[in-house]
C-alpha cells in the first residue's frame, strides 16, 4: 500500500513537472501567453541588486579580516625582531617590549572586533537572500501551474465538442491553480519590498562599526608609535651626548669674510672672546676686563663674560644675555644651530660645564625655539 502511495505521488510530480516544461516551451515560443506583473518584476530586480551587493561586501571583507590577520602576524614578527636586535643595555629597552606587546593586542583587538561586530551581522543579513530565493522559484513554478491551468480551460472551452465534465474538472483546476498563485504573489509582494527597505538601517549600523573599529586601532596604534619615537628620540640623544663627550671635539669655529680689509668689527675671529667666549681667563678686576655674569654655580668654574653692550635685563630665567647674527652659519652637526643674518640667540649655559668648547655658544634660537651650538664670532651682542 505505501509503495503504492510512493509511485502515485512520483508519477503525480512527473506529471506536474511534464507539464510545466510544456508550458514554458510554449511562452518560450510565442505559442502561448505569459501572466506579466511588471511591479514584482522591480522587486525581483531589487532583490538581485540588493543580494549582488551584499555578496560583494561579504567578499571583501572577508579578504580584508585575512589580510588583518596576516599583518597581526607579520607585525608580532617585526617587533619581536626588533625587541632581539635593541640591546639590553639600551635606553627603553624594557619600555620598546612592552609597547611591542601593546601593538600586537591592537591588530587583534581589530580581528575580533572585525570578525564579531561587522561581518557575522553581514553574514546573517546576507543568510536571508538564498531562502528568498527559493520562494521567488517557487512563486515562479506557481504562475506556469497557473497559467497552463488557464490555458488548458481556455482550450476546453473553445473546443467544437464541449466535454462539461472535463471543462467544469479544469476549471476547478483554474481555481486551485489561481489561489495557490495569489497566496505566495501576495507574501512576496510584501517581504521583498519589505527585504530592500532594510538595507540602508543595516548598511549604517554595519558601516558605522566598521569605521569606529578603524578610528580605535588606528587612535591607538599611533599613541604606541609615538611612544616608540618618544624612546629612540632619547636614545639618539644620549647617544650624541656619549659621542660628544667622549669620542669627539669639535674644531675651531668657522672664520667667516669680512666685509672690508682691516675693518676692526666686534664679530671678527679676533675678537672672539669679546662675545662671552674666555680663550684665557681674563684677569680678575684688571682695567677693561669685562663684567662677570652674576649666576656662578657652586663649585664650577665660570665659564662665560658677559660681553660688552650685552643687556641683561628683563631675560628669561637662565638666559646669559643674548645676540644676533651678523653672518650667515649653515649647521654641520645635528647639535648645532643655522643661522640666517639678523637671526635672534638666547645665549645659555651648557648642560656640562665639560663640553664646553672654545669659540662656540650654547643657545636658543628665537625664530624656532631650537637650541643648539653656534659659533662665538658669526654674532654680536645687543
Known amino acids: 500500500m505505501a509503495s503504492e502511495s510512493k509511485g502515485l505521488v512520483f508519477a503525480t510530480a512527473v506529471k506536474k513537472h511534464a507539464g510545466r516544461a510544456k508550458e514554458k516551451i510554449l511562452q518560450k515560443v510565442g505559442k502561448v501567453d505569459r501572466t506579466a506583473d511588471e511591479i514584482f518584476d522591480d522587486h525581483v530586480q531589487n532583490f538581485n541588486k540588493q543580494q549582488n ?41 624594557d619600555l620598546l617590549t612592552v609597547q611591542s606587546q601593546n601593538i600586537e593586542m591592537l591588530w587583534q583587538d581589530l580581528g575580533h572586533k572585525m ?64 489561489r495557490t498563485f495569489a497566496v505566495f504573489n501576495a507574501e512576496l509582494n510584501e517581504e521583498l519590498p519589505s527585504l530592500y527597505d532594510s538595507r540602508l538601517p543595516f548598511f549604517i549600523t554595519n558601516l558605522q562599526t566598521l569605521f569606529s573599529a578603524e578610528q580605535v586601532f588606528h587612535s591607538e596604534l599611533s599613541k604606541v608609535h609615538g611612544e616608540l619615537e618618544s624612546i629612540i628620540d632619547k636614545l639618539a ?63 664650577v668654574e665660570e665659564l662665560y663674560d658677559i660681553p660688552i653692550g650685552a643687556t641683561t635685563d628683563n631675560l628669561p630665567p637662565g638666559v646669559l644675555y643674548r645676540v644676533r647674527a651678523t653672518y650667515k652659519y649653515q649647521a654641520e652637526d645635528e647639535d648645532e644651530l643655522s643661522l640666517e643674518v639678523g637671526d635672534t640667540v638666547q645665549v645659555i649655559e651648557y648642560e656640562d660645564p665639560e663640553e664646553q668648547e672654545e669659540g662656540w655658544l650654547m643657545g636658543i634660537k628665537e625664530a624656532t625655539g631650537r637650541q643648539g651650538l653656534f659659533p662665538a664670532n658669526f654674532t654680536r651682542p645687543i
Not at 59 to 80: F, G, P
Open 53 to 93: 551587493a551584499a555578496n560583494k561586501l561579504q567578499k571583501e571583507l572577508n579578504n580584508y579580516i585575512r589580510c588583518v590577520k596576516a599583518m597581526q602576524v607579520a607585525s608580532k614578527t617585526l617587533y619581536e625582531c626588533m625587541s632581539e636586535v635593541y640591546e639590553p643595555d639600551w635606553t627603553g629597552h
Open 115 to 178: 570578525t564579531d561586530q561587522v561581518l557575522i551581522p553581514l553574514n546573517t543579513y546576507q543568510g536571508q537572500f538564498p531562502e528568498m530565493r527559493k520562494k521567488i522559484e517557487k512563486r515562479g513554478r506557481k504562475l506556469v501551474d497557473y497559467d497552463g491551468q488557464r490555458h488548458s480551460f481556455q482550450a476546453l472551452q473553445s473546443s467544437k465538442k464541449r466535454e462539461e465534465a472535463k471543462i467544469s474538472r479544469a476549471k476547478e483546476q483554474l481555481e486551485e491553480a489561481k
Open 237 to 299: 640623544k644620549e647617544s650624541s651626548g656619549r659621542t660628544s663627550s667622549s669620542h669627539y671635539r669639535r674644531s675651531s669655529p668657522p672664520t667667516q669674510m669680512l666685509s672690508s680689509p682691516g675693518s676692526n668689527s666686534l664679530n671678527s675671529p679676533e675678537n672672539a672672546t669679546t662675545n662671552g667666549v674666555n680663550k684665557s681667563p681674563p684677569s680678575s678686576g684688571g682695567p677693561g676686563a669685562p663684567s662677570r655674569t652674576t649666576n656662578q654655580r657652586p663649585g
